[in-house]
């Protein structure tokens, strides 16, 4: 750096940093997860997935044997119904707020481990309950285990992958806890019939104790430079060091530092490498700065350790919901999985009471929603990213998130009238082929849907994703849970063909909200991107 250049920050420096912020999705880092074989990251995505199927798999794989445990408990339907509904609420509505949280701080892998363990803590000790409370408490514990690969699965693809390719793999990942909801009542029903309902829990034990061993050997895809809520607890930490040394100087007489030495000293503060700024965290580049400009010597990054006091996780939190596009697909996501649930849920119901099926035979009918499901999540991942590549080579390679969002299109408008058609087929109680075919269309279209809206979740959060995806995942547990109680006393009260238009005319509502993001969600992002980075830089 020239006498000149060290004297006052200049026009070129200012615009560099605000580049680097802008893009912290390509902040240069060391062994760049994206950079990674191909091998590599699929060895990832699988492991990921596999532990993702416990997500479906623990919400109903003990649902054939409800009859058995009131029993054994001497217990009514009530308390084993809300061992069901507290595990989905746990595990979609508050569990990702924590995880997410924490994995800024500790990384992936970390909490992966904890998290499996504490999956495992909870199985073992519901296998071994003695009574209706302490399986309820285990269930519990048990959705806060399994809530870490709802809240962090996507973001550690969008570590790994580049915005055109996310759609493709968030499609193969979420096909996994998908198979969930339809292998859990077959499995249930074989565990239950060949042992009794604790085989089911063992087994999850047994599960769950391969995905653990799985993530020892996991590398950590977590770099703390693309990460906003690390860099933003970073730089609270950084202004209170350097007020506190500014205070030290101050009180020692120490004489002001020359304009000259301040600039040679942010040149070496600030190139964190000397090959290349770019691998600068955009926090430590304007904390440095501001030392410069006020004469107070920067604290060097490293000689900061962070740690669990510095987890703040409402302000992440916050800083995702108050943009209206977050906030919109979020309700939209809320949506559709409360429908899912709907659907699974009372068609269970209706197979019993008005086909007469076992459970084994109602959970084989349930496959055609899980078959749908799972291709669902792989084709409308592919179509999406296929679309997010052809609208961005006609843009001129220039992308933003909302293109993703056009591939929602034709499920949006094929879906709610396979809704109602299920919906009727079940009040006529025509034959049940009629059920497997309208099953499988709902599954395909609602999760075309939501492959789409999950990777734009991710792709409109640079730097927040976990915190971002944990919002969206809240959002589904929570109106899971409300559908979980309201559900059947609509079936009763205005029957199968009442309730599901009701659904079809919220799912409709959920398609004018997808495309409400489409047209105004970028507005919406670049309102804030300008409002933070101006707080960032003040």
């Not at 590599?40 to 409800?66: D, E, F, W």
């Not at 990054?301 to 697909?329: E, F, G």
């Not at 179509?383 to 590549?389: A, G, K, M, Q």
Request: glycine share 8%; hydrophobic share 45%.
């Amino acid at each position: 750096m020239s006498s000149s250049e060290g004297d006052s920050w200049t026009d070129a420096e200012a615009s560099r940093v605000t580049t680097v912020v802008c893009d912290i999705e390509h902040a240069g880092v060391e062994d760049d997860p994206r950079k990674w074989t191909k091998r590599r990251k699929l060895i990832i995505v699988a492991t990921v997935s596999a532990a993702s199927l416990i997500n479906g798999l623990s919400g109903n794989i003990y649902n054939p044997a409800i009859a058995q445990i009131e029993e054994q408990f001497h217990t009514s339907s009530g308390p084993v119904s809300l061992s069901l509904s507290l595990f989905i609420l746990i595990q979609g509505g508050v569990g990702p707020f924590i995880w997410s949280a924490l994995s800024e701080f500790w990384g992936r892998k970390r909490v992966y481990l904890l998290a499996t363990a504490l999956c495992m803590l909870g199985c073992v000790m519901a296998a071994l309950s003695k009574s209706i409370a302490v399986l309820i408490g285990m269930r519990c514990i048990q959705g806060l285990g399994t809530s870490a690969v709802t809240a962090l699965g996507a973001a550690t693809l969008a570590d790994i992958y580049e915005p055109s390719q996310r759609g493709t793999m968030m499609g193969i990942y979420y096909s996994a806890p998908l198979l969930g909801p339809s292998l859990g009542p077959i499995l249930g029903g074989v565990l239950t019939q060949a042992f009794d309902w604790r085989a089911t829990f063992w087994f999850l034990v047994i599960f769950s104790g391969i995905c653990f061993i799985s993530f020892i050997p996991f590398k950590d895809t977590f770099r703390r430079e693309r990460s906003l809520v690390y860099q933003a607890a970073l730089m609270r930490r950084l202004t209170l060091r350097r007020a506190n040394h500014s205070e030290k100087s101050s009180l020692s007489g120490d004489a002001e530092i020359s304009r000259k030495e301040r600039g040679a000293k942010l040149e070496t503060a600030v190139v964190a490498s000397p090959r290349n700024l770019d691998a600068v965290s955009p926090g430590l580049e304007i904390e440095h700065r501001h030392a410069a400009q006020r004469g107070v010597e920067p604290a060097p990054a490293r000689d900061v350790k962070l740690s669990l006091a510095d987890v703040n996780p409402v302000k992440p939190i916050l800083h995702v919901l108050r943009r209206m596009n977050n906030l919109t697909i979020a309700v939209t996501s809320g949506i559709i999985f409360a429908f899912t649930y709907s659907i699974t849920y009372t068609c269970s119901r209706t197979l019993a009471n008005q086909y007469g099926y076992d459970a084994l035979r109602i959970g084989l009918i349930l496959l055609a929603f899980g078959v749908g499901s799972v291709l669902g999540s792989v084709v409308g991942g592919r179509y999406s990213d296929y679309i997010f590549r052809k609208l961005k080579t006609r843009n001129g390679g220039m992308s933003y998130p909302e293109m993703r969002l056009l591939s929602t299109m034709i499920p949006m408008l094929l879906l709610p009238p396979s809704v109602i058609a299920y919906g009727w087929i079940c009040e006529r109680r025509l034959h049940v082929a009629a059920i497997c075919v309208t099953l499988f269309l709902a599954g395909f279209l609602s999760i075309c849907i939501y492959s789409s809206t999950l990777a734009y979740v991710v792709d409109a959060n640079v730097g927040r994703s976990s915190s971002a995806v944990a919002i969206n995942s809240s959002f589904r547990g929570t109106s899971a849970f409300i559908a979980a109680e309201v559900a059947v006393p609509l079936q009763n009260v205005i029957g199968e063909g009442g309730l599901y238009s009701l659904w079809a005319g919220l799912l409709v509502l959920a398609g004018l909200l997808i495309l409400l993001v489409w047209w105004k969600g970028g507005l919406w992002r670049e309102k804030w991107d300008f409002k933070e980075r101006n707080t960032r830089e003040s």
